[in-house]
């Protein structure tokens, strides 16, 4: 039997062999590789294909509704004039110049209650009528978005990767969620630089998804009036909140069970997104004047484009699950296990560095943060974390989230709704997302250190 990091080695290397050197297409090299990494891995011979498509369609039942839904809103708000609309609002309210900050302003506030893929679905039409309209910055709009929702999905609860840390390291949530907040801001500014960077270093133009057609920018009064534009975007932002706010209060003390059920019905990301895709065809229909036949022709481009999304983003998620099965996750902390006598603040940075590899490792961030905490809090005896690392706990888990940003390729199914969506290639997401992801991450990891020894808390 191969060891696991062995496993993962030439899992790693098949993928970027046959993408980067073959051109295969992205599908069938993410899927070849899973197969071939679920081959090597341990388990029942039998069962070695089928956990493979199991995979994929566990990936898919997660993120498939979303995509498929999220495509057929951004094709009704570019066609319908709404994202215009947001976007001339917003350029007359703050500045072409200051763009880039209202973007990576609002994928970092609407990245604590709503998934990271779900914030980039709803914002990234934003980002292409920007370009629209500007002809320039395209991605650098698309790096502040993916950023600043990528910050607050790996650091603030109650996205489920911090909520864990903090049960796990005995955190306090409330406590996490202020100090993930403000380690974030500046490892968010620092991104706004890196994007713009990235974006002079390489300019790369938008393209349009398959078989969209390029439309006249339309007047202003051809457009939606800025209320009915912008309800697509925050109607799933305030349902799924809302559904959050009121799960954790009912936690804590009772809370009537009428009102939770139905915003656990509404506040649930599919049927939230459903919801502003009616909202969102009915003004396209309504502005355009389209009949019933004209609409749905326009919705099956829109699930066409999306269909590639959701098969690359699920054949990314087999793969990151079948690097599980290699036992990836137990071999490394026996690996990288530190029985020396205390070393203080070490730990946050030993902690950044356990979940960056598991990152680099297998693909998601919720695991890395999981097992990362898991490790580290084991080597302690109960309630000694905080004499041990000399500060308080919530900082371990603020490094830990900052390490599972670092390393996002292509075993990550984050990179392949970023780069497919954006409408960037395989190697151009490497060269601008992965950069600017481990910036990011990096920069909030140092944030969290710093923060440590000025504010220890203990």
Avoid at 181 to 192: E, F
Wanted: some cysteine.
């Amino acid at each position: 039997m191969l060891d696991p990091i062995v496993v993962v080695v030439l899992g790693i290397v098949l993928v970027i062999v046959l993408i980067g050197f073959g051109r295969l297409n992205a599908f069938l090299a993410l899927l070849i590789s899973a197969l071939f990494v679920s081959l090597l891995a341990p388990g029942e011979w039998e069962l070695k294909i089928a956990r493979v498509g199991e995979a994929f369609g566990s990936t898919a039942g997660k993120i498939g509704i979303v995509i498929a839904l999220a495509a057929v809103i951004g094709k009704c708000l570019m066609d319908s004039g709404a994202a215009d609309r947001i976007v001339r609002t917003c350029l007359r309210l703050i500045g072409e110049n200051r763009a880039p900050v209202a973007l990576m302003t609002s994928g970092f506030v609407l990245s604590i209650p709503v998934f990271f893929d779900t914030v980039f679905y709803l914002l990234v039409p934003l980002a292409r009528s920007l370009y629209r309209q500007t002809r320039k910055r395209y991605v650098q709009s698309i790096l502040v978005i993916a950023g600043g929702a990528a910050i607050t999905h790996t650091l603030v609860p109650p996205t489920p990767g911090p909520l864990v840390i903090a049960e796990t390291l005995g955190v306090d949530v409330g406590k996490l969620i202020v100090a993930g907040i403000l380690v974030g801001i500046p490892a968010a500014v620092l991104g706004l630089f890196t994007a713009d960077l990235l974006d002079r270093v390489s300019p790369i133009p938008m393209r349009p998804y398959p078989g969209e057609e390029e439309l006249p920018i339309p007047r202003d009064s051809e457009l939606p009036p800025f209320w009915l534009a912008i309800l697509p975007v925050i109607l799933p932002v305030i349902l799924i909140s809302s559904n959050t706010v009121v799960q954790m209060l009912a936690k804590s003390q009772p809370f009537p069970q009428g009102p939770a059920r139905l915003l656990a019905m509404l506040g649930d990301p599919n049927a939230a997104l459903l919801l502003s895709a009616f909202v969102a065809m009915a003004t396209l229909k309504w502005k355009r004047g389209l009949s019933l036949a004209e609409l749905g022709r326009r919705c099956e481009d829109a699930l066409m484009s999306g269909g590639v999304i959701i098969l690359i983003t699920s054949a990314g998620g087999a793969f990151g699950a079948m690097l599980q099965q290699t036992g990836i996750s137990e071999r490394l902390p026996a690996l990288l296990s530190m029985e020396s006598q205390e070393i203080g603040r070490l730990w946050l940075v030993a902690g950044f560095l356990i979940a960056a590899v598991m990152k680099t490792a297998q693909g998601s961030s919720t695991v890395a943060m999981i097992t990362a905490s898991a490790m580290i809090v084991s080597l302690f005896p109960p309630g000694e974390l905080a004499s041990h690392i000399h500060c308080d706990p919530t900082y371990l888990a603020l490094s830990i989230g900052a390490g599972s940003l670092v390393f996002c390729w292509m075993n990550d199914s984050g990179f392949w709704v970023v780069a497919r969506m954006s409408g960037l290639s395989e190697m151009e997401a490497l060269r601008l997302w992965t950069v600017q992801a481990a910036v990011v991450g990096t920069a909030a990891f140092l944030t969290a250190l710093a923060a440590a020894a000025v504010f220890p808390m203990v």
